[in-house]
Structures are given as structure tokens and as C-alpha cells.
């Protein structure tokens, strides 16, 4: 099986330029491809967990990958997908994002002699000349064939500014300096940037008279059609410090039996075949085998196997009732959000620890029965939690969190 047809059976592939030179380039090795990633937070989430995968299996494969850290494009802020404006990051802040990016990144690619690169486009976008743009770059754009790509449409409705419609061409000029300089053939990416990438691949023919290619992969989308890798807390982050093992353990083993085959298929490099082969027979106590299997080889690639096992076991001693908590998930609460009994309410200490979003959803949760505090069941929203000593709160049958007075 070449590797192209494997990225076909895991359900990856979305949409390519050129099919036939595509396959021939990656199932060769001789694709130098490039994957952007912004460095809008200090640290990488899931969302990046998905091209960093299909990084390290087209360079077991022999092609050469290259990181772009956008410190340049960061400064802008990429439209596609978003109903308003990014925050606008210092250059401090970008910076400091991109050591915290490259880090993170070596667990998954090997950088060594020459085996892969990170570039960063502050190198050439920061110090470009604004009439040098518009000569050398702008004048191969049109703005009418802008304005009817998706990410644009998306934001003419709220507003979209000029600076955010300067992010495609910034993106293209990236892939033509990465072919330029580097000999960079391909781009990758989400589906969501297929505009920028075809972009990219424009101004190289037009500027150098020259073929080079894209391909997207698809959206990492739950059944429900939303982006994987939220939780009541915000994103489910790559950094242990902001997302601990346990916690991206117990993310994965609680997905919906719906969404179990294609993570499986789509992120681990459990072979193919052996996942095929669970497809036939998923029923029952098989999805939670299926959703384990998930969590652990994931927890496995981002924070190593002595995490994933220990995640694993703490999760089996919880479930079953005969676990401590010291690996559990905790939130430490400010003796300010206590009264003068160290005590604090119910649905405040679920907002607190993340749990609820709000009081309302923490309300409806209590009502519910759907909250245990220290195996007591809580069924009055005005109950107050006596906080001298931790407790550990329970959320449906498969969330566990520690709350302890600070």
C-alpha cells in the first residue's frame, strides 16, 4: 500500500491541485512540503494535531517537511473560519509563542541533519516594503476572485478589514518564497485554506513560470459538525501545564461512539488494517475498547508512554472507585470565592473548576443529577461545598475533578 493510498483509506484527503503529480511526489519522497502554523497562543492544541500527524507520516515516508511559525502572518490574523476579528498579539507575545511552538513540535517531527525545517515568516514579511507588495505581489491578485472565496464571504457580513483581506496574499507570498528559497514543491493544510493555498500556487506560476501544489485535509469535525477539540474550558491544549495528560486522556476516551473509527483512523497510526478490521464488529462494550485504544495512543504521541499508561490507570481506579486522586484534574479556589466556613456554592464551584460554563448550565446539572461531590449526589443548587479539605466532584459517569482551597 503506498502512502497516498493510505491517507485515502484514513479519510484525510479533501482537496488537491494535482492528484497524479501529488501521488507520485509524496509516494517517492520527494515532496518538500510546508504546513503553516500562527502562533496565536503559547502553546499548540488539537487543532494542530492533525497536520503535525500527517507531517510525521509523510516524513516516515522520506519527504521532507517545513514548519512556517507565522511570527509575520500572526501579526495579520487569517479570517477563514472566524465571524470577527483576531486579537491583535505584540511581537513579544508572537515570539515568545514561537520557542514555545518549536518545542512542542519536536516530539512529533525529527529535525535532525537536515530531515525537516522550522521557518519563520517574520524573516521576511516583517521587513517587506509596502510599495514592493503592491508591485510584486498585489498586482497578480484579483480582487474580484478574492471576494468570492468563502472565508471572505464569511466576513463581509460582520465586517472585513482590510488588514484580514491582506492575509491571503501574505500567505501566497510565503509559498513562493518557501519555493524560491528552499525548493519547497507543496503545501498542506486544513480545508478551510484552500483559497490561500491556491493562492500560493498562482503567484509561483505566474511570478517563476513554475508548477508547485496543494492539498487539504479534512476538518477534524465531531458528528455534530463542529471542531474537535473544545471542552467547557476552552481548547484541549498539546502543553501538559494547560492541559494535563489525565485530561487529554479522558478528552478522547469520551468522544461519541460515532466520531471513535474516524479519530482512529485520522490521528493514530494504529495500521489501517487492524482499524478496518474493529470497524466490522463495533457494538457495545467494543466502542469503549475502540475510545481506550484512542486515548492512549494519542496521549502516547503527545505526552509518551509513561503518561498515557499512568492517565490510563488513573482512569481505570476512578471508574471503578478504588483510585486516589493525585492525577486527577484540579482547580485550586482563592479563599476570596469562600465564606468565612472555607465553604462556596455549588454552581459557582462548577464554573470555577470548568465544569458548567455558567451558572445555568451548572444549575440544569445539579437538577439533573448529574453532580457527586465526594460520592454524595447533589440535587439542590443552592447546596454550599465545604472546602477545608479537598473534594472531588463528579460530572455524568465520566468526569472526575479535584477542587482543593488554595
Given at each position: 500500500m503506498t502512502?497516498?493510498?493510505?491517507l485515502?483509506r484514513?479519510?484525510?484527503?479533501?482537496?488537491?491541485?494535482?492528484?497524479e503529480?501529488i501521488?507520485?511526489?509524496?509516494?517517492?519522497g520527494?515532496?518538500t512540503?510546508?504546513?503553516?502554523?500562527?502562533?496565536t497562543?503559547?502553546?499548540?492544541?488539537?487543532?494542530h494535531?492533525m497536520a503535525?500527524c500527517l507531517m510525521?507520516?509523510?516524513?516516515?515516508?522520506?519527504?521532507?517537511p517545513?514548519?512556517?511559525l507565522?511570527?509575520?502572518t500572526a501579526?495579520?490574523?487569517d479570517?477563514?473560519?472566524k465571524?470577527?476579528?483576531?486579537?491583535m498579539?505584540?511581537?513579544?507575545d508572537?515570539d515568545?509563542?514561537?520557542?514555545c511552538?518549536?518545542?512542542?513540535?519536536?516530539?512529533?517531527i525529527?529535525f535532525s541533519?537536515?530531515?525537516?525545517?522550522?521557518?519563520n515568516?517574520?524573516?521576511w514579511?516583517?521587513?517587506?516594503?509596502y510599495?514592493?507588495?503592491?508591485?510584486?505581489?498585489g498586482?497578480?491578485?484579483?480582487?474580484?476572485k478574492?471576494?468570492t472565496?468563502?472565508?471572505?464571504k464569511?466576513r463581509?457580513?460582520?465586517g472585513?478589514?482590510?488588514?484580514?483581506?491582506?492575509?491571503m496574499i501574505?500567505q501566497?507570498y510565503d509559498?513562493?518564497?518557501?519555493?524560491?528559497?528552499?525548493g519547497c514543491?507543496?503545501?498542506?493544510?486544513?480545508?478551510d485554506?484552500?483559497?490561500n493555498?491556491l493562492g500560493?500556487?498562482e503567484?509561483i506560476?505566474k511570478?517563476?513560470?513554475?508548477?508547485a501544489?496543494?492539498?487539504?485535509?479534512t476538518?477534524?469535525?465531531?458528528s455534530?459538525?463542529?471542531?474537535m477539540?473544545k471542552?467547557?474550558?476552552?481548547?484541549v491544549?498539546?502543553?501538559p501545564?494547560?492541559?494535563?495528560?489525565?485530561?487529554?486522556?479522558?478528552y478522547?476516551r469520551n468522544v461519541?461512539?460515532s466520531d471513535?473509527?474516524k479519530?482512529l483512523?485520522?490521528?493514530?497510526?494504529?495500521?489501517?488494517e487492524?482499524?478496518?478490521?474493529?470497524e466490522?464488529?463495533?457494538?457495545?462494550?467494543?466502542y469503549?475498547k475502540?475510545?481506550?485504544l484512542?486515548a492512549?495512543?494519542?496521549?502516547?504521541?503527545?505526552?509518551?508512554e509513561?503518561e498515557a499508561?499512568k492517565?490510563?490507570?488513573?482512569?481505570h481506579?476512578?471508574?471503578?472507585g478504588?483510585?486516589?486522586?493525585?492525577?486527577?484534574?484540579s482547580t485550586a479556589i482563592?479563599?476570596?470565592?469562600?465564606?468565612?466556613?472555607n465553604s462556596?456554592?455549588?454552581l459557582t464551584?462548577?464554573?470555577k473548576?470548568?465544569?458548567?460554563?455558567s451558572?445555568?448550565?451548572?444549575?440544569r446539572?445539579v437538577?439533573?443529577?448529574g453532580?457527586?461531590?465526594?460520592?454524595?449526589?447533589i440535587?439542590?443548587?443552592?447546596?454550599?461545598?465545604d472546602?477545608?479539605?479537598?473534594?472531588?466532584?463528579?460530572?455524568?459517569k465520566?468526569?472526575?475533578?479535584?477542587?482543593v482551597?488554595?
Amino acid at each position: 500500500m503506498t502512502l497516498f493510498e493510505e491517507l485515502q483509506r484514513r479519510g484525510l484527503l479533501a482537496q488537491l491541485t494535482d492528484e497524479e503529480e501529488i501521488k507520485e511526489l509524496i509516494n517517492t519522497g520527494k515532496a518538500t512540503f510546508y504546513i503553516g502554523f500562527d502562533p496565536t497562543a503559547d502553546s499548540l492544541h488539537v487543532g494542530h494535531f492533525m497536520a503535525l500527524c500527517l507531517m510525521k507520516r509523510l516524513q516516515m515516508a522520506g519527504n521532507k517537511p517545513i514548519a512556517l511559525l507565522g511570527g509575520g502572518t500572526a501579526m495579520i490574523g487569517d479570517p477563514s473560519g472566524k465571524s470577527d476579528m483576531r486579537k491583535m498579539l505584540t511581537v513579544e507575545d508572537i515570539d515568545h509563542n514561537i520557542e514555545c511552538f518549536k518545542k512542542q513540535m519536536s516530539r512529533f517531527i525529527d529535525f535532525s541533519d537536515g530531515k525537516a525545517m522550522i521557518v519563520n515568516n517574520a524573516d521576511w514579511i516583517r521587513d517587506l516594503n509596502y510599495i514592493e507588495v503592491l508591485r510584486e505581489v498585489g498586482a497578480h491578485f484579483s480582487v474580484n476572485k478574492m471576494l468570492t472565496f468563502e472565508c471572505y464571504k464569511q466576513r463581509m457580513e460582520r465586517g472585513l478589514t482590510f488588514l484580514e483581506f491582506n492575509y491571503m496574499i501574505m500567505q501566497s507570498y510565503d509559498f513562493y518564497k518557501l519555493f524560491k528559497d528552499y525548493g519547497c514543491n507543496m503545501q498542506f493544510g486544513g480545508d478551510d485554506q484552500w483559497a490561500n493555498m491556491l493562492g500560493g500556487t498562482e503567484l509561483i506560476r505566474k511570478k517563476l513560470g513554475k508548477d508547485a501544489y496543494a492539498m487539504t485535509i479534512t476538518l477534524l469535525l465531531n458528528s455534530e459538525g463542529k471542531k474537535m477539540g473544545k471542552t467547557e474550558k476552552g481548547a484541549v491544549w498539546l502543553d501538559p501545564e494547560k492541559t494535563s495528560p489525565y485530561e487529554f486522556f479522558q478528552y478522547w476516551r469520551n468522544v461519541s461512539d460515532s466520531d471513535v473509527i474516524k479519530c482512529l483512523k485520522m490521528l493514530t497510526f494504529v495500521p489501517i488494517e487492524e482499524i478496518e478490521e474493529m470497524e466490522k464488529h463495533m457494538e457495545g462494550a467494543e466502542y469503549n475498547k475502540a475510545k481506550e485504544l484512542l486515548a492512549y495512543e494519542l496521549t502516547k504521541l503527545v505526552h509518551g508512554e509513561e503518561e498515557a499508561s499512568k492517565a490510563r490507570e488513573t482512569s481505570h481506579s476512578l471508574f471503578s472507585g478504588k483510585g486516589n486522586s493525585d492525577d486527577m484534574p484540579s482547580t485550586a479556589i482563592s479563599a476570596d470565592d469562600l465564606d468565612e466556613n472555607n465553604s462556596i456554592g455549588i454552581l459557582t464551584l462548577l464554573v470555577k473548576t470548568g465544569l458548567a460554563s455558567s451558572n445555568g448550565e451548572g444549575r440544569r446539572l445539579v437538577q439533573q443529577g448529574g453532580v457527586s461531590v465526594n460520592d454524595e449526589k447533589i440535587t439542590d443548587p443552592k447546596t454550599l461545598i465545604d472546602l477545608s479539605n479537598e473534594v472531588v466532584i463528579k460530572k455524568g459517569k465520566k468526569v472526575f475533578h479535584k477542587a482543593v482551597k488554595a
